[in-house]
Structures are given as structure tokens and as C-alpha cells.
């Protein structure tokens, strides 16, 4: 039997079982890592996973079972389960549910791939890290480590609307990062970014990214971090680079846009928002450079897709429009109880997980200045860049974050290095504050967002370019 | 899918190779409400196998939810055959039997989503009309680790959990419980619980933010033990130097006490089939032992305590059920002390920003009270604090233990903690509500 013939055997059942809408994703997934500290591969991780995840509804409640068995026997107990599922959320029911109607497709789509990531030899990927890792050693780290991670996922699609989608998507990252120990504390420098740089790509990116050529600077800036001064208290102007800028995204305004938490169905877990869908098209949320869109297209980007896991089409639209708030993250249920009529963002993190509303690519539209200008014409302020740590209360407003590296701004010009930069501030007061964008947008990639219960790993998209904001609260300790 | 077979093809595919292979079965079930109804509900049943194998001073190792044990045999072949040299191997454990078993109640493993759906339905309607929301999770897991050094492992263990929180005028109240047993999960007393909370959470106050003397209760010291478990007790960053754990040296309050116990709701043996015992991580204040694997042991040279996390041990082994042994007091007794402090619930979106010196930033979450002369006064808005977890647990820091052991879920099956309400002398909260 295809894997389109199990998706639809599993539907049946569920229909059979009292359903009036089920949909089934049969999924496929190969993951490879490796790893390298001080000049040594640890292990090599190489994973295959495939199975079947049925979604049911029944009157207004929804029902998920999932199950390793790809065969037409599994497939069907598969379906009822999920529908029996279903009958017992009624126990406990909730208002009428629809879904908002979408287009029926039957299509394929497949991300853009130049190298072969999981196709290119281990040993080939085993000296780059290897090599990585000890450049920062030589260079003074206390502890050097690199590596990459590969998804290359086939789904198939079918729901009882009639779908049958099928994609191919692979995902490549890679990253380096030096730590030095000294005086008590721990000092972190990494390129791109602590988590590496991820997107919808094959080992092209990681080409791209040039690790050798970085890993001395990484190592030299721990190192020089552990004797830095210690970033000044106070409020005072505050200069951002990308990658900071991608997870101030992601966490103030991606996860903030979110339809289910906007609804209340995040909120024991990952929270609720500060947003209130009656202002929905009128809310400031930011200055006039804010223009922040929803594009699953970006190709190349982590978040990108050909349909979202609901068959959904890739939508382009704007979360934020200079500075007004004009869009959301939604999926065709919470979009029909908010009475929006599009949905889009709903992702699976793997065939036993219950596809939610999720970040696709959420980011930046670029700005009229460039980093240089930006700093040229900051008289005092810190500049700071790749984020450390992160923190944000549960309705997303309420934030502080680390960098792993700062300097002071003075006269226009970059001066001393600071250490332990941290920065905190409330959403709409902050982005409010942005006064300089730059145009030099990356697409960040995100591969560790967690959400859900049981708990999910997204993989998102953020452009991102560095911005300025005024009077932000800095150097915040224990 | 049987071990023995497993480790038969394998050891016949790779001659010679040092080969440990784990079966593992997941039926795993979480009903999940908000807004007062059962919007997610979800079961999945997995079987992984995986496979860790050394040859020729190469290592590999390979996960599959499939059962193709020929495609498996030539893929790890495959990655050893080009796979970096691994210098550090620590070899494979030696055949132990388990210390001891898990709880395994058979009316947990058979657990239905109609029985899950009745706790979340009592909690609801015990709280009387407020909007209610979190979750109820049921677990069976078993296992089987063969190994060629002569190990051989098989058990299993079961797992619930309950998270949920009432809400009302823009506060939150929670009750949570781990267990072995979804029979421990009393809906009705979590939700009548939550309901008489939240209603105490009208009309809070902001206070300036500084430093206050706190009595943080389970749900919050839970976060403590977590912090700890990763970044300090954790074998690798011990041997990095990004621990602050020092074995033998009073790092701790004397009245701290915290053990690691995998009998509560554990799995009694780790992916490299270690068996687990209860091992005392802190003695009345004294640091005395670090969580290794095989790797972060060898480096140690000390044995491993049964803590790798398997294809997850990129980030280092760690203890897994962290519990603070209890003292003798009620938080009654502990608020009935404090002169001027807060009364924490629970802590939200906690982050490292030092491993080195396990300083965190977080906020307070589901209950927030000013207690003036011994009596709690008024609710408090939330607070953001930025503080040094072991600084606050200090010699001298510690004012009371609470006798109450409230175990607390983790976001994955088997994962849990056993914290106990502290009172502490100070608390650095730096910054309000409105930032």
C-alpha cells in the first residue's frame, strides 16, 4: 500500500468511527549529527523515524493517535483510536468548532537543495568540525566545540476534504563555539549564533558559513571577555545586532502573534499574550520601521514549507505594518473561532506529534540604514550581539535578555568590549523605541522552539537585520 | 522487536565490535484542556531501537523507529566505516543487575482517555466556573539493553502527571503532581486548591524590586533542583569547569540535602545500561557527588552513576529526579517567621545566564503574596529576578525546610522532581511588572 493509501485508510477508519473530519500524516524522517569538542569527534548520531499521525474530530472535539506501524492494519487502528479519542474530549466539551474552508490540493513540493547533506562523506564533515574545533583551542579557548545537524523529511498528506499533498524538506545547520573559564565565570563566543546557523538548505550553507575563518576570532573574544569590564548599568541607547535581533523576534513578537495562545489554549504551558484580537488592524505595536511579515515562502529559510501541516498553501502576509498590528499565526480551527478567515501556520514536529499553530518565518522587513551608519551616528550607547540567554513573562511582554558579547558606543565609534550584556524591557515600549533599521537582513534559523504538550521542536525562520532603540534599561545582574 | 535478536544480527554484522542495543517501548497518552474544555487530546505509541556501536576505535551510533534490522545493520556498518576516530571510547558497562525495580501499576499503563478525561473534568467543576487550563498525562515504558560485554537489562515503568491552573482577573493559581500512579491524581482537591488560590490573587499590588526575604514553595524550588541538575551536578560541565560543584566542599546551607532517585518515577538504568541508584548529590550542605556517563566518568576516573541520556548526551549526563530531602517545617510556620518577604508560588521561563555561576533570570508565576509581621498581607503583581541559585542556598542562607514533599511533572515522561517549599534569607528581584 502507498503511504497515500495508509493516510486514506486511516481516515476511513476514523470517518467510520463517528468522525466528521479526520486528516493523516504519514511522515518519514532520517536525522544526522556530530559533534566536536577539542579537537575530537564525540559521536556520530544518525536516526530514522517514520510513522502515521491521524487527527479526528468528532461534534467539536478533536482526537490524535499516532503509531510506528506503516501498514493498512495500523493505519486503521490508527483512525479509530483517534476518533475514540475524540468522543472522550467531549467529556469535558467546549463551544461549537468549525473549520474555516481551504483550497483542496493535490500537490508537490520539495525545499531547495544544492548539496546533499546527508549524501556528503562523514569524513568529510568529521574534519571540518575536528578542524573547527581545534583552530579555537590554538587560539586560547578553554573548550572548543562545533557541529552540524541534518533533517531530511518526506510527508504525505491526506485529509477527508480530499488533500494529498506530499513534501520533501531538508533542513542544514552548523555553528562553532569557543567558552573560556577564568575569574569565576564562563565566558561564551559563537558563530553564527550559540545554536548555529539552520535553514531549508542543503550542505551548501554550511559551505556558506565559512566556520575555519571565524573559529580563531570566536576563541580570542571568550578569552578577552573573561577580564572585559562589566557592561554598564542604567538605561541608555541600545544597538542590536542580527542575531539578537532574530530571537528578540522570535520572543516578543513571533511567539506574541501566536492565534492559539492569543485564545487561551497555551496558557498553563507556554502562556497566553498580551494581544487582544479586538485590536486586531489598529494596535500599535511598534515605530513606523516595524514592518514585520509571515512568509513560509523565503526560500532557503528554516520555516519555509509548500503547505503548512493542515494543506494549507504558503501565504505571505504582515504580523506588523509600520508599527500597526495587522496579522496573526493561525490554524483553520482557532482562525474560525476568531473569525479570520486564514490559516496557514499549523506544523507537526514529527509524525507522533499533533500538528499546532506554530512560527513559520516571522521577521524584519529591511530598514534604510546599514550597521555602520547605525553606529556612526549613536553619540553613547552599547552595542550588542548573539544572543546568550532568554527570558519572557506569559503573555510575551515582559522580557530581558543576554548577549554573549558587548561595546560600549561613544562619538559615533565602537569602543571597549563589555561582558555579561543584558538588556530587559516591555514589548510594545520597546519596539516603540526603535528609531534605525538596518537593510542588512540574514534569514535566521531557530531549530530548537519549543512548544506544546507533549512537548515539540519547531524549526523557524526570522529575518533579521541590527536596529537601534532608545532609552532600554541595560546591564541588568544578580 | 526483541534485544537478543537485535543484538544477535548485529554482533554477527560487526565482528568484533563493542555493540549495545536498546529496545524501548512508549504508550504515552496527554488530554490537555484550556479555557475550560478538552481542546488537545493525543496518544502515540512508539517502539525505537537503538544501537551504539565501537569498532576499530570508531563509534556510531543509531536510532530507528523501524524494525528492518538488515537496513540497520548495514547503515551503522556504513557510518563506522567512515566515522571519525573516537580516541575517548569508554568501553561498555559491565554486566550489573538493576539496584532495583520501578513502580510499575498496571492501572496507569491501561489508563483510557475517558479516565483522563473524568480527573480533567473533576478539576474543572471544582473550580467552579473560573477558566481553567493545563493538562493530564499517563506513560508505560519498557526496556531491554543487551550489550556484547554480557549486559542484560529489561524493566519498565510507569508514569503520570497533572498541571493545572485556574484563572481570574488576569491571575493564575496552579496545582501539579507527578506519580507512578494516576490513581495519586486527585482532580477534585487540585481544582478546589487552585479555585481558594486564585480568588487570594485580587487586586496586587507592584512592589519596587530589590531584595526580599522569600518562602518559595515547591512548584518554585522545583526550578532550583532542575538548575542544579544541569548545570552543576551535570558530569560534563564538572568536567569543563563550568560547574561551581565541588566534591567534599560545604557549598550548601546544612540544612540542604538533595538526592537524585530514580524508584519515584524513574527508569532504574540509562541508555548505557548503568544501573541507577539513589545517589546523594548533597549531605547537609556538603557537595558529594557529580551525575557521570561512561565518557564524563572515564574522564573523572570514577565510575558512571547511570546518567547518560543516550543520542541526547551532547549536552551531559544529569540527574533526572532531583529531590530535596524534607525538614520539619509547614509554610505556615515559615510565613509566621518572616518580618517583611514574599510568599512565590511557582517561577516562569527561567534561563541560565552563567552556568559557571548558576546565575538565572526568570520571573514569579500562579501566586505572588507580601507577608508583613508573620502574616500574609495582599497579592503581589509578578516580579522578575536575576539571582545566583547556589548564592541563595548558601551557608546561612537557608531559613527553613519545609516538610512537604509536592512532586512536580517534568515536560517529558519519567522525568520528575521532589522539591520541598524553602524559606531564604534573600531574593533579588530586579525588576516589576511594568519592567
Known amino acids: 500500500m502507498t503511504y497515500f493509501g495508509l493516510a486514506e485508510t486511516a481516515i476511513s477508519a476514523a470517518l467510520d468511527a463517528g468522525a466528521r473530519y479526520a486528516d493523516a500524516r504519514v511522515m518519514h524522517r532520517r536525522y544526522e549529527s556530530m559533534n566536536a569538542r577539542n579537537g575530537e569527534v564525540e559521536e556520530l548520531a544518525s536516526d530514522e523515524s517514520a510513522g502515521l499521525g491521524v487527527r479526528a474530530l468528532v461534534g467539536s472535539s478533536w482526537g490524535f493517535f499516532a503509531v510506528p506501524t506503516l501498514s493498512e492494519a495500523g493505519a486503521r487502528q490508527a483512525g479509530t483510536r483517534a476518533a475514540e479519542i475524540a468522543k472522550a474530549s467531549a467529556r469535558v466539551p467546549g463551544p461549537a468548532l468549525d473549520l474555516i474552508p481551504t483550497q483542496v490540493n493535490t500537490a508537490s513540493w520539495q525545499s531547495d537543495c544544492v548539496i546533499d547533506p546527508i549524501g556528503v562523506a562523514l569524513s568529510e564533515k568529521g574534519d571540518l568540525l575536528t578542524h573547527a574545533s581545534k583552530l579555537i583551542l590554538e587560539h586560547g579557548a578553554t573548550l572548543a566545540e562545533a557541529q552540524y545537524q541534518i533533517w531530511d523529511t518526506t510527508k504525505w498528506f491526506a485529509s477527508s476534504e480530499g488533500h494529498r499533498i506530499d513534501q520533501h524538506i531538508r533542513e542544514t545547520g552548523a555553528g562553532i563555539t569557543a567558552t573560556s573559564i577564568g575569574n569565576g565565570e564562563s565566558q561564551r563566543r559563537s558563530y553564527p549564533a550559540a545554536r548555529g546557523q539552520y535553514g531549508t538548505r542543503g550542505w551548501e550553507l554550511v559551505h556558506d558559513l565559512d566556520l575555519l575563518a571565524h573559529a580563531p576570532r570566536v576563541a580570542e573574544e571568550s578569552r578577552a571577555l573573561l577580564t572585559a569590564p562589566l557592561c554598564p548599568s542604567g538605561e541608555t541607547t541600545l544597538i542590536l545586532g542580527g542575531e539578537q535581533m532574530c530571537l528578540q523576534i522570535h520572543e516578543s513578537v513571533g511567539h506574541a502573534i501566536e492565534l492559539d495562545r492569543i485564545l487561551g489554549w497555551e496558557a498553563a504551558f507556554a502562556g497566553t499574550s498580551w494581544l487582544d484580537l479586538n485590536q486586531l488592524g489598529s494596535l500599535k505595536y511598534g515605530s513606523e520601521l516595524m514592518n514585520i511579515i509571515i512568509d513560509p515562502a523565503i526560500p532557503g529559510a528554516l520555516g519555509s514549507f509548500g503547505f503548512d501541516d493542515e494543506g494549507t498553501p504558503a501565504q505571505r502576509r504582515y504580523a506588523v505594518q509600520n508599527g500597526i498590528w495587522k496579522g496573526v499565526l493561525a490554524g483553520r480551527d482557532s482562525a474560525a473561532r476568531a473569525g479570520l478567515d486564514y490559516g496557514g501556520s499549523v506544523r507537526s514536529d514529527g509524525w507522533a506529534r499533533l500538528p499546532m499553530v506554530r512560527m513559520t518565518n516571522v521577521g524584519l522587513e529591511p530598514g534604510p540604514h546599514t550597521l555602520e551608519e547605525i553606529i556612526a551616528s549613536t553619540d553613547d550607547g552599547v552595542f550588542m550581539e548573539n544572543n546568550r540567554s532568554w527570558s519572557i513573562d506569559d503573555k510575551r511582554l515582559n522580557f530581558q535578555f543576554g548577549c554573549e558579547i558587548g561595546y560600549e558606543v561613544k562619538n559615533g565609534k565602537l569602543g571597549r568590549m563589555v561582558r555579561n550584556p543584558t538588556y530587559t524591557g516591555i514589548g510594545p515600549k520597546f519596539w516603540s523605541s526603535m528609531d534605525m533599521l538596518s537593510s542588512e537582513i540574514i534569514n535566521w534559523g531557530t531549530p530548537n522552539c519549543g512548544k506544546g504538550q507533549p512537548s515539540q521542536t519547531g524549526h523557524t525562520g526570522h529575518p533579521a537585520a541590527p536596529a537601534r532603540f532608545q532609552n532600554v534599561r541595560v546591564g541588568v545582574r544578580s | ?435
Request: net charge negative; hydrophobic share 40%; glycine share 8%.
Open chain 2, 1 to 435: 522487536m526483541n534485544a537478543d535478536q537485535v543484538l544477535q544480527a548485529m554482533a554477527k554484522a560487526l565482528p568484533g565490535a563493542d555493540v549495545e542495543v536498546r529496545v524501548e517501548y512508549r504508550d504515552s497518552a496527554l488530554t490537555r484542556f484550556a479555557n475550560s474544555f478538552i481542546h488537545q487530546n493525543v496518544a502515540e505509541q512508539t517502539t525505537t531501537l537503538g544501537v551504539r556501536a565501537n569498532h576499530a576505535g570508531r563509534t556510531v551510533s543509531v536510532t530507528t523507529t523501524t524494525v528492518d534490522l538488515e537496513s540497520l545493520a548495514e547503515r551503522t556498518k556504513a557510518a563506522l566505516a567512515v566515522a571519525p576516530l573516537d580516541p575517548a571510547w569508554p568501553g561498555l558497562t559491565a554486566p550489573s543487575p538493576l539496584v532495583a525495580e520501578s513502580v510499575v501499576d498496571d492501572a496507569t499503563a491501561n489508563a483510557t482517555p475517558d479516565e483522563r478525561a473524568s480527573i480533567v473534568r473533576d478539576f474543572v467543576e471544582a473550580a467552579k466556573g473560573l477558566e481553567t487550563a493545563g493538562y493530564c498525562r499517563s506513560a508505560h515504558w519498557t526496556g531491554s539493553y543487551r550489550s556484547t560485554a554480557g549486559q542484560s537489562l529489561d524493566a519498565a515503568a510507569t508514569d503520570a502527571a497533572f498541571d493545572g491552573i485556574a484563572r481570574l482577573n488576569g491571575a493564575d493559581a496552579v496545582a501539579r503532581r507527578a506519580s507512578a500512579r494516576l490513581s495519586d491524581v486527585d482532580g477534585t482537591a487540585m481544582g478546589e486548591r487552585v479555585a481558594a488560590s486564585v480568588r487570594s490573587l485580587a487586586d496586587p499590588v507592584e512592589l519596587e524590586p530589590g531584595r526580599y526575604e522569600v518562602v518559595l514553595m515547591p512548584e518554585a524550588t522545583a526550578d532550583i533542583l532542575h538548575a542544579l541538575a544541569m548545570y552543576s551536578f551535570n558530569g560534563r560541565f564538572f568536567a569543563d569547569g563550568r560547574s561551581f560543584a565541588e566534591p567534599g566542599a560545604t557549598q550548601f546551607d546544612s540544612s540542604i540535602s538533595i538526592v537524585d532517585d530514580p524508584f519515584f518515577a524513574g527508569r532504574p538504568y540509562d541508555p548505557e545500561g548503568t544501573p541507577r541508584t539513589r545517589l546523594t548529590l548533597v549531605d547537609k550542605g556538603v557537595t558529594k557527588a557529580i551525575a557521570h556517563d561512561r565518557r564524563t566518568a572515564a574522564q573523572a576516573g570514577v565510575a558512571s552513576t547511570g546518567h547518560s541520556l543516550g543520542e541526547e548526551g551532547v549536552f551531559g549526563p544529569m540527574p533526572l529526579n532531583p529531590a530535596f530531602l524534607p525538614g520539619t517545617g509547614s509554610v505556615d510556620d515559615m510565613v509566621a517567621n518572616v518580618e517583611r518577604g514574599l510568599l512565590v508560588t511557582d517561577f516562569w521561563y527561567t534561563r541560565v545566564l552563567d552556568p559557571k555561576t548558576l546565575v538565572i533570570t526568570g520571573l514569579t508565576r500562579n501566586g505572588v503574596w507580601l507577608i508583613e509581621n508573620g502574616k500574609v498581607v495582599r497579592a503581589v503583581r509578578n516580579l522578575r529576578f536575576t539571582q545566583g541559585y547556589a548564592q541563595a542556598l548558601a551557608p546561612g542562607q537557608v531559613l527553613a525546610v519545609g516538610s512537604e514533599v509536592v512532586p512536580q511533572p517534568n515536560r517529558r515522561d519519567l522525568v520528575n522532581s521532589a522539591p520541598v517549599a524553602l524559606r531564604l534569607a534573600s531574593w533579588n528581584f530586579t525588576g516589576g511588572a511594568s519592567g
